[in-house]
């Protein structure tokens, strides 16, 4: 059974950093394109950016220039690098692989930036 695990989230000023994680088990994770997503309470889970098994990325326009995706194949990790963090931003962080068939969801991390 495949997990996903988020950490990394917090409380930060605009224009601060945080750098999420998300460590996978029980999957051929570097067969897969993964990818962040993100999703407040009033909007539906939005996807923020992906990254392929060759590490080729792409983001969301709203978050490109601050956002950096990164994988890590031999530790089965995939990270999200958050600079110049605005209010915007605020949401839980999740991750998964693309696809119309994705792994259950994980618990998310909360990333909330307010002055």
């Known amino acids: 059974q495949v997990q996903l695990v988020e950490s990394g989230g917090g409380s930060v000023q605009p224009g601060e950093s945080l750098r999420l994680s998300c460590a996978t088990s029980?999957?051929?994770?570097?067969?897969?394109?993964m990818a962040w997503y993100r999703q407040t309470p009033e909007n539906a889970r939005e996807w923020v950016a992906r990254?392929?098994?060759?590490?080729?990325?792409q983001y969301t326009e709203s978050v490109k220039g601050r956002f950096t995706i990164s994988r890590d194949n031999s530790r089965r990790m995939l990270f999200l690098q958050l600079d110049d963090l605005k209010p915007e931003d605020t949401a839980v962080y999740y991750c998964?692989?693309?696809?119309?068939?994705?792994?259950?969801w994980g618990q998310g991390t909360q990333v909330t930036v307010s002055s």
């Open positions: 990254i392929d098994e060759g590490g080729s990325t």
């Open positions: 998964n692989k693309e696809g119309i068939i994705q792994f259950d």
């Open positions: 029980g999957t051929s994770f570097t067969t897969y394109t």
